[in-house]
Structure formats: structure tokens, C-alpha cells
């Protein structure tokens, strides 16, 4: 989510984002909600992790009580950051640690260490769309890079 809004800030402004953390979409809680003014422009956002948190987000847009623009869903609760791939840590080591917040912290600071921190700025994505997928969104970078939901009935029983 973090990445995304960073593109589309600039995008929608047409102004460099000199500090690029949206704090708010941040952190290993069920469900986080954000809304930013994009010079008038305003994007609600929201994040969630674990199929049950997902469940719970979708309900609520289903039943039109939240409205928005982008949905960012983890199948692991906590995230990426908390999933099943990463170590296992004995809670009798821990000392009042949350390993989770520690990965997290962990993850942010290399982040902000970065010289780039915006994916538009990569120069392999750049060079990507260069020689391959043409411009953002051509037909070729969207028949590749994004998805789309199709209902399927559900497996006989």
C-alpha cells in the first residue's frame, strides 16, 4: 500500500513526495483506514491482514457502511511481516518483545535507509517498461500485470 501511494501521489500531484512514509497504513493491526488529499483529490485506503480481518473489510464495503478506492489484503495475520515463513521465536526468550513490531521496525528502517524509495523511480522497472511493457497501463502492462475476479460457482459437495 505504502509503495502504491507514494506513485500515486506524484501521479495525481504532479509534485515530488520529498517525505515518503504514509504512517497511517502502517503496523500489524487487523484493519488500518487512511484517507489523503491528493490536491483535492481524496483516496481512502485501507489494509488488512488475515482471511478473517479480510472477511470483515469486505462485509463492510458489501453492505456500502465503508467506501474505497484501494484495498490492500494479506493472508497472513499481521502480515508479510508476522507470515509462516518467518522464524519461529520462543516466547519464554522474548523479554516484553514483540518479534513482530521488531520485523516491522526492522523493515521500515532498510526502507528509509534506501536511496530509492519509490517504485516509479526504479530504473529496472523503468528499463522494464522501456524495452518490454511500453507505458504504464499500455495494454500489454495490463494484461500482465494486473488481475481481474471472475465468480465461479462453488465445488458440488
Not at 42 to 58: D, H, Q
Amino acid at each position: 500500500m505504502e509503495a502504491a501511494l507514494r506513485t500515486v501521489y506524484e501521479v495525481v500531484t504532479g509534485e515530488s513526495l520529498e517525505r515518503p512514509d504514509f504512517l497511517e497504513v502502517r503496523g500489524i493491526e487487523d484493519i488500518k483506514e487512511a484517507e489523503y488529499d491528493l490536491n483535492g483529490t481524496i483516496v481512502r485506503v485501507a489494509v488488512t491482514s488475515g482471511l478473517a480481518n479480510a472477511a470483515k473489510l469486505l462485509d463492510m464495503v458489501k453492505s456500502g457502511e465503508k467506501d474505497y478506492h484501494f484495498i490492500e489484503v494479506m493472508g497472513c495475520p499481521g502480515g508479510c511481516v508476522t507470515g509462516g515463513g518467518q522464524p519461529i521465536v520462543d516466547a519464554d526468550t522474548l523479554l516484553d518483545v514483540d518479534p513482530k513490531l521488531v520485523r516491522a521496525s526492522a523493515l521500515y528502517a532498510e526502507d528509509e535507509s534506501k536511496t530509492i524509495r519509490k517504485s516509479h523511480e526504479n530504473r529496472a522497472i523503468k528499463q522494464l517498461y522501456k524495452d518490454y511493457l511500453g507505458e504504464p497501463n499500455s495494454p500489454l502492462a495490463h494484461h500482465l500485470l494486473h488481475t481481474t475476479y471472475t465468480a465461479r460457482p462453488k465445488y458440488a459437495e
